[in-house]
T-cell receptor, first 110, second 112 residues
Framework: DGGITQSPKYLFRKEGQNVTLSCEQN?????MYWYRQDPGQGLRLIYY???????QKGDIAEGYSVSREKKESFPLTVTSAQKNPTAFYLC?????????FGSGTRLTVV | DQQVKQNSPSLSVQEGRISILNCDYT??????FLWYKKYPAEGPTFLIS?????DKNEDGRFTVFLNKSAKHLSLHIVPSQPGDSAVYFC???????????FGKGTRLSVIA
């Protein structure tokens, strides 16, 4: 069953901690994306990767980092430099004419 | 600057009536448009799309209309059902291999 899996579904971060959100896909897509959803803000692009070992910053990359060592995996690290990390994070994998999204990770700072 | 705009944050419609969700864009290089539906705490799911060479695309109860001269598209849902209650995102891409650009979404409530 092909798809895209995000884990964990809920994540709590203490002030000053780095946390990593997982995104795995078995759709054999080259491109993968990370978006952040905040109330009233829509979906904002954090980082994207169109090929293994390459990635580009999106509109709100500050305080985040990514890696793309395998085609199937595109983890997102939320660093302590991200001042307002509480949000719903969505990973997507895409063809030029549409994305498949994961089910999301809700990150909360405690 | 916002390239894709959904100016109505919310919309309420009675069950059985038509729902019309609107989207405006500013980038004349956009050549493909999509609508996604999102329930709370879930990822968006693809609903319907339209290429810039068309002005209408229909899929069951869902129809998308594109007016290129006005840089405007709309999603019509007929008849509206309570299960259609969700947030709807308009998205667009240009002819290059660039990421989709999303609007802020419109929350549709279908009242029984």
């Amino acid at each position: 069953d092909g798809g895209i899996t995000q884990s964990p579904k809920y994540l709590f971060r203490k002030e000053g901690q780095n946390v990593t959100l997982s995104c795995e896909q078995n759709l054999n897509h080259d491109a993968m994306y990370w978006y952040r959803q905040d109330p009233g803000q829509g979906l904002r692009l954090i980082y994207y990767s169109q090929i293994v070992n390459d990635f580009q910053k999106g509109d709100i990359a500050e305080g985040y980092s990514v890696s793309r060592e395998k085609k199937e995996s595109f983890p997102l690290t939320v660093t302590s430099a991200q001042k307002n990390p509480t949000a719903f994070y969505l990973c997507a994998t895409g063809l030029p004419y549409g994305y498949t999204f994961g089910s999301g990770t809700r990150l909360t700072v405690v | 600057d916002q390239q894709v705009k959904q100016n109505s944050p919310s919309l309420s419609v009675q069950e059985g009536r038509i729902s019309i969700l609107n989207c405006d864009y500013t980038n004349s290089m956009f050549d493909y448009f999509l609508w996604y539906k999102k329930y709370p705490a879930e990822g968006p799911t693809f609903l319907i799309s339209i290429s810039s060479i068309k002005d209408k695309n229909e899929d069951g109860r869902f129809t998308v209309f594109l007016n290129k001269s006005a840089k405007h598209l709309s999603l019509h849902i007929v008849p509206s059902q309570p299960g259609d209650s969700a947030v709807y995102f308009c998205a667009a891409r240009d002819s290059g291999n660039t990421p989709l650009v999303f609007g802020k979404g419109t929350r549709l409530s279908v009242i029984a």
